[in-house]
C-alpha cells in the first residue's frame, strides 16, 4: 500500500479474536497491520477460548462502539467470535471486508486445535461469507508473551495475501512458535497434523462434598509426518495450514459406498 | 443381536444429544437402539443448539445420575455436547464405547449447519476418540415432531455400522426428511452442500431504548450437484454425509504453494 493512496481504496481490514478487547493479542495484530487498511475491530466482550464454532441462539446480541486505540473503529459484541464476524458484516461494516483477521491468539491453534479454537472459528465463518481469512496464535498463554515475531509474520502474510485477488475461500490457520524473531527459520504451509488431547478430568468436591470435574489433558502428537504443523513449529518454523469448512470426509465416502448396502 | 447374548458382549453404546434430556428426539433414540447394546447416556442439563465445537473452559462441569427410562443408564451434564462425550468416556464409561450416537436433533443438520451443530460436534468429538459416530436430526424443529421414519432409518443405519468393524474415526450426519415414512425412497450417501444462511440482523431497542440483535437469516442454497444432501433430503432421500475432523484444504494447500512466495 503506497503513501497518498486515498483511504476509500484502502482495503477493509476485519479483525477479531476469542481472548476478547482486553487481550494484547488483539492489540498486537491491530499495530502490525493497521497501516495497511482501514482497520475496524468487532470483538467479544468477555474471554470466548474454546468456543469453537459456537452461534448464540435463543438470545439477542449487544454490540457497543468503544475506544481501544486512535483512529481504529471498535465495537465490543456480547456474543461469540463467529457471532462477532457476523454482526461485523450486517451491522458494522454493512458489507464484506477485503479481508479478516483473527488473533493474534494467546496460545497454539495447531492440529486438532482448529476445531475447538473460537480464533479460528472466526476465521472459518468469514471464509464461508467469501472473505478470505487468517487466523494467528503464538505458541505462548501468557499475557506478557513476546509477540515481536509474532507481528513480523502476521504483517508479512497479510501483506501477501492482499498482494494479489485470494481466493475466495481462502482460510489460513497461522501458528507462530515461541521463539525469538532470530531463531525462526520461515514459513511452512502444511496439513493438520493428527494430535490431540488425552483427557483427563480432575474430578474435586466443593465444600458442599458433591463432585465437580475439571478439564485437562496431555497433548500426544500421532502423526509422524514431517509435513505437519506441529512438526514445523516444533522446528522452528511459522506452520501455515489452508483450512476448509467443507467438512465430507470423500475418501471414507467412497469406502462406505462400497462397503455397505444402502 | 441374537436374544441370549450375555450383557458383557453387548456393543456399549454412547447417547448423546444438543437439545438436552428433555427433548423427545433423544428418548426416540434411545427407543430405536436400546436393544441393540448396553445403551448409556450422558447428555446436556439444558439445550446447546449452536454449540458448535465448544468445550468448557475456565469452569469445572457437573455430572448428575438421572432416571429417563427404566434400564438405561442416565446422566445429566452441565456441560456442552463435545464436554459429554469427554467426560463421559473418562468418568462415566472409563472406556471407549463401541459406538457413539448424538440426536435425534430437532431440526436439520446438512449442509454448513454441520458446523454449528452441538450435535454433530457430538459425533466429531467421538470420531476424534477412535469411536465411530452416528448424529441423527430430523427436517422438523417441532416439540410434536413425528419421529416414526427418523427411528427406523436411524436403527437400521446403526445396525449396518455395528454389523462389521468400522473404520475407527467413521463419523456419519444422517439427516432424515420431513416426510411420511412410506414417502421416504431410502438412503443416500451424500457430500456436503454448499449452503449457507444469508444473515440478516433484526434490530430492536429495549425498554431503555438500547439496541439489540437477533440473529435470522435466510437459507441459501448455491449448489445445484444432485450428489449433496440437500438435494436428496429435498428428493426424500435419507442423507449420509461422511465427516472429517481433517480441515486442512488440500487443494488450496497446493494453490498456495505455488501462487505465494512463503
Not at 496431555?218 to 506441529?230: L, M
Amino acid at each position: 500500500m503506497k503513501k497518498g493512496v486515498k483511504t476509500k481504496d484502502k482495503p477493509v481490514i476485519l479483525i477479531t479474536n476469542d481472548d476478547s478487547l482486553t487481550a494484547p493479542g488483539i492489540k498486537h495484530l491491530i499495530e502490525a497491520v493497521k497501516d495497511l487498511g482501514r482497520v475496524v475491530v468487532v470483538a467479544p466482550d468477555k474471554p470466548q477460548s474454546g468456543m469453537g464454532h459456537a452461534i448464540t441462539i435463543g438470545y439477542p446480541l449487544r454490540l457497543h462502539k468503544v475506544h481501544m486505540m486512535d483512529g481504529v473503529e471498535t465495537w465490543s459484541c456480547s456474543g461469540t467470535p463467529v457471532d462477532c464476524v457476523k454482526l461485523a458484516v450486517d451491522k458494522v461494516l454493512r458489507k464484506k471486508p477485503d479481508i479478516c483477521l483473527s488473533g493474534i491468539n494467546h496460545g497454539a491453534n495447531h492440529s486438532i486445535n482448529v476445531i475447538y479454537s473460537g480464533t479460528m472459528s472466526a476465521a472459518i465463518e468469514a471464509s464461508i461469507e467469501n472473505i478470505p481469512a487468517i487466523g494467528f496464535s503464538l505458541l505462548n498463554m501468557s499475557l506478557e508473551a513476546d509477540f515481536t515475531a509474532a507481528k513480523k509474520y502476521a504483517r508479512l502474510i497479510v501483506e501477501k495475501i492482499l498482494s494479489k485477488k485470494a481466493d475466495k475461500h481462502l482460510c489460513l490457520n497461522v501458528n507462530i512458535p515461541n521463539a525469538d524473531e532470530s531463531l525462526i527459520k520461515g514459513i511452512k504451509v502444511c496439513r493438520q497434523a493428527y494430535a490431540k488431547y488425552e483427557e483427563d478430568f480432575q474430578e474435586r468436591k466443593d465444600p458442599m462434598s458433591k463432585k465437580y470435574y475439571w478439564l485437562t489433558g496431555e497433548f500426544v502428537n500421532f502423526d509422524k509426518g514431517t509435513d505437519t504443523d506441529v512438526w514445523a513449529l516444533k522446528n522452528n518454523f511459522v506452520s501455515v495450514v489452508p483450512v476448509q469448512f467443507d467438512l465430507t470426509n470423500y475418501i471414507l465416502k467412497k469406502k462406505i459406498e462400497k462397503s455397505y448396502k444402502w
